[in-house]
């Protein structure tokens, strides 16, 4: 492990994930992520697991593993912990480190240019309260993401990423757009919601006058009773 001052690190988090990603052993371990991100703390993880979610989380087994420890950050979060917090356990959990490197290079050129449009603005939105309330988001989010759904994990991760980089940056506006992705999410569930609900008192009925012909049809081609 490279031997930084971890607690007045300034490097570009792109160049802390490039760093941990030119490392010799195999596997890359969950704790050696929480030494390297230091000070960084809650936002740092939040935006690596949701950034390696986007790139690796199709591989099966990979959401659990990255998922898991956003759950327990969310509830850290909510209950206003200083520091992250992680069982043994999930230090001791890994991913093999070329997995990473591959989902990397998918992420950083975009990590980048992110990071030079990124700065300190709109404290408001990270605020106690403010990281209380993206730690609820998070850990229901976090839920969708730990379980088997195909494809997803794609927007929560992408939501977590994005509160992730924000609290880790301090920009308030990435927290804004955050929310805002929220709450699209809530409008169109709610439209899902009402379109089912206004719409099945017709399509059930058509359902079952369906699957009443079958047994008619079935004899018909057939012969059979």
């Not at 802390?16 to 195999?26: C, F, R």
């Not at 229901?140 to 993401?145: A, D, H, R, T």
Request: charged content about 15%; overall charge neutral; some cysteine.
């Amino acid at each position: 492990m490279l031997d930084y001052d971890y607690q007045s690190d300034t490097r570009p988090f792109s160049r802390v994930l490039e760093d941990i990603g030119a490392q010799e052993d195999p596997k890359l371990h969950l704790g050696e992520l929480v030494h390297a991100f230091g000070e960084r703390g809650f936002g740092a993880l939040m935006l690596f697991f949701g950034l390696m979610n986007v790139a690796i989380g199709i591989i099966p087994g990979t959401t659990t593993i990255l998922g898991a420890p956003l759950l327990l950050m969310g509830l850290q979060l909510i209950i206003r912990r200083e520091e992250v917090w992680l069982p043994r356990w999930a230090l001791k959990r890994s991913i093999d480190r070329e997995t990473y490197r591959s989902g990397l290079e998918t992420v950083l050129p975009r990590l980048k240019k992110v990071e030079r449009l990124s700065k300190p603005r709109l404290s408001i939105m990270t605020s106690e309260v403010s990281e209380v309330l993206i730690g609820i988001v998070t850990f229901l989010l976090s839920v969708i993401l730990v379980l088997p759904i195909w494809g997803g994990n794609l927007i929560p991760a992408l939501i977590i990423a994005t509160f992730g980089f924000g609290l880790m940056q301090r920009d308030g506006l990435a927290i804004v757009i955050a929310w805002v992705a929220v709450g699209l999410i809530c409008v169109a569930g709610l439209v899902i919601w009402l379109a089912w609900t206004w719409v099945s008192p017709f399509l059930l009925p058509v359902w079952d006058w369906a699957q009443s012909l079958l047994p008619n049809a079935w004899t018909w081609l057939t012969g059979l009773p």
